[in-house]
């Protein structure tokens, strides 16, 4: 894959937690039974840092969580080598309580209905809601987010790469197209 273009920079990254977290803070109207739950490896990230735009907006800290969704996956059995399991790190119930699920890319829906599936098997939330950075489209399930960073038609040939400093020493979201003769 080759970059295309690059969408987000460290700054609108930056500017779309920020707003996600007013939207959060606006619906729930407020902090009181929220807790944020990151999906492993870049949701993770993302969730720290609005859970850390909802604490300096609103003044109390949420609790927040890691969802690993590795053995929730419906593709196992086509993956060529044997997935990696991490730790699900979710040190609160979630029994009543209104979770945000956070990812970085929203494309077909599997990825979030794992981690609908995990998070149920840790209780039952009073709702869950849904946040991503970008919104990709082409979807396969009818899972649709509550709050959104970017809304970004792609191609299905095309991949978007989130980056992180956390995880890859800078943030920007790019957008990547096969190598000409690749499919």
Known sequence: ???KARVMDAQAIARAVVRIAHEILERNRGTANLAVVG???RGDVLARR????????EG??????VLDITLYRDDLDRLPDRP??????????VEGKTVVLVDDVLYTGRTVRAALDAIMDLGRPAAIQLAVLVDRGHRELPIRPDYVGKNLPTSSR????VRLVETDGVDEVVIEEPEAGSV
């Open 1 to 3: 894959m080759r970059p």
């Open 39 to 41: 999906i492993r490896t």
């Open 50 to 57: 609005l859970a850390t735009a909802i604490e300096r907006i």
């Open 60 to 65: 109390a800290a949420v609790p927040v969580g």
């Open 84 to 93: 990696t399991v991490a730790r699900t790190e979710v040190p609160f119930d």
């Open 158 to 161: 095309e991949r978007v790469a």
